[in-house]
């Protein structure tokens, strides 16, 4: 049973940056595509950016040109890097492997981020 453990979160003010690390306890390449979701207080959980086995990325319109994600192989761990953060980033951040036959989730405990003003 693979497991995905994130890292990473805090707090930040506006304007500043963090680097979200998951690391699973077995290769990346068993996934079909993993990523990275966000749920905020009130509201649903939402894409933020994923990345698939073959390393074409896909963002969310509120992220793109600020966050970033990517993977060490080697290490089995993929990052979102996050740049310009804005309060409105302030979630819990879950990173996500995913099967697609059949099609099967596992997420992360998530870690928090919180960006002040």
């Known amino acids: 049973q693979v497991q995905l453990v994130e890292s990473g979160g805090g707090l930040v003010q506006a304007g500043g940056s963090l680097r979200l690390s998951c690391a699973a306890s077995?290769?990346?390449?068993?996934?079909?595509?993993m990523g990275w979701y966000r749920q905020a207080p009130g509201k649903q959980r939402e894409l933020v950016a994923t990345?698939?086995?073959?390393?074409?990325?896909n963002y969310a319109d509120s992220v793109k040109g600020r966050f970033t994600i990517s993977r060490d192989n080697a290490k089995n761990t993929v990052y979102l890097q996050m740049n310009s953060l804005k309060p409105e980033d302030t979630a819990v951040y879950y990173c996500?492997?995913?099967?697609?036959?059949?099609?099967?989730?596992?997420w992360g405990q998530g870690t928090q981020v919180t960006v002040s003003s």
């Open positions: 077995g290769s990346i390449f068993s996934f079909n595509s």
């Open positions: 990345m698939s086995r073959d390393g074409s990325a």
């Open positions: 996500n492997g995913r099967w697609v036959v059949p099609l099967r989730n596992i």
